[in-house]
């Protein structure tokens, strides 16, 4: 599951600036066409290059997820509790924690395709849900991928991704909790630390 969470919520980290102001539907579309066209033409991506890929997605995603969202979802009420200069460590490693792995992601893509469902925005909503399907090739099971925006002044931004209904940011809710629990806020820092380090030093052999 993991890998999935992984896979497909890394389908949505390239974008241009005509998708800035789109309603969500299209500028989910926008974006996915693009970043398939560009894995499938970088075959350093495609052989596994992660920082080419972590590249890509530090130039293009950031300003397109709510990354402080995603951390305040993943901790839950333990959210209140941790002091501001917490929280803003946390969402700093949560959000290095999520673009490696959607960087990683990119490099195993392989000739799936999307198909996007009937979206229609009604008149002052702001937090939308965008449906999608990962079609697999051959025999495998196709997947439902929705995408949850919530809009930004002018922009939609990204605070959540369902796989089959599971979600990527509360997939992590538990074992913040159990860190929390164990080691306090500080623990959960370090913790995330440890696997940035880990996967930056990983991707520096490749």
Known sequence: MKYLFAF????????TAMA????PDILIK????EVLDIVRKDKDIQSGNTKKAIDLVEARVLQHFNFTRMTQLALARDWRQASPAQQKALTDEFHVLLVRTYS?????????????????LKAGE???RVRTEIKQSGAGKN????????KS??????YDIEVGGISLVTNY??????????NGFDGLIKSLQAKNKSGEAASAKK
């Open 8 to 15: 497909f919520s890394g389908l949505l980290i390239a974008v």
């Open 20 to 23: 800035q102001d789109a309603a």
């Open 30 to 33: 926008t974006v996915t066409n």
């Open 104 to 120: 990683k992601a990119l490099t195993e893509y392989k000739n799936q395709t999307i198909e996007f469902k009937p979206f229609a």
């Open 126 to 128: 702001t937090d939308v």
């Open 143 to 150: 997947i439902e991928l929705d995408y949850y925006l919530e």
């Open 153 to 158: 002044g002018a922009a939609w931004k990204v």
């Open 173 to 182: 809710r538990d074992s913040f909790a159990s860190e929390v629990r164990n």
